[in-house]
């Protein structure tokens, strides 16, 4: 998608510190660092843009299956490059129970290489495509979805982690 290489599975998933909105035992002083949460299996998920048709599908879909991974210990974390702001007001008007983190400056989506050149309709532009990244415990990428589809993504992602056994 970028000219950027993107994180491979196997790979240690690159660490970052970014602002967050959300739940409280995994957003600590109004952010989330990777790092921190070390020792647990993590669902990374970037998506284009907050309160967008796709991006409401699939930020459902791991609303209702989030009381399901929390049970496995899964901590779920959304990633665009909207602002905090915006994505308390998406948080708020779908009711998500996951924190969803804001990469303004479009570091985080470069480094795992999900921001490029993107064309819709014949206009090209700059953006973040929808995929996500399945960390385990020791931070080693697990799984990686490029191309996302939105409407059920969420219940393929916990096929996935009881198939792994995460």
């Known amino acids: 998608m970028s000219d950027a290489q ?6 240690t998933a690159p660490d970052f510190t970014l ?3 959300g ?6 002083n109004g952010q989330v660092h990777l790092q921190d949460l070390k020792g647990r299996t993590v669902v990374l998920y970037f998506y284009p843009k907050d309160d967008t048709p796709g991006c409401t599908k699939e930020a459902c879909s791991f609303r209702d299956a989030n009381r399901e991974m929390q049970k496995h210990g899964i901590v779920v974390l959304g990633v665009s490059t909207d602002s905090v702001d915006s994505h308390q007001k998406f948080a708020e008007k779908y009711g998500l129970s996951f924190p969803l983190l804001a990469d303004t400056d479009t570091t985080v989506s470069q480094l795992y290489g999900v921001y490029g050149e993107k064309n819709l309709y014949g206009r090209k532009y700059m953006g973040v495509s929808r995929e996500t990244f399945l960390i385990d415990r020791d931070g080693i990428v697990r799984k990686v979805w490029p191309n996302v589809k939105p409407d059920d993504h969420a219940s393929e992602v916990l096929e996935t982690i009881e198939a792994l056994h995460l």
């Open 6 to 11: 993107s994180v491979q599975e196997e790979q």
């Open 19 to 21: 602002p967050a909105v």
């Open 23 to 28: 739940s409280e035992d995994v957003v600590k």
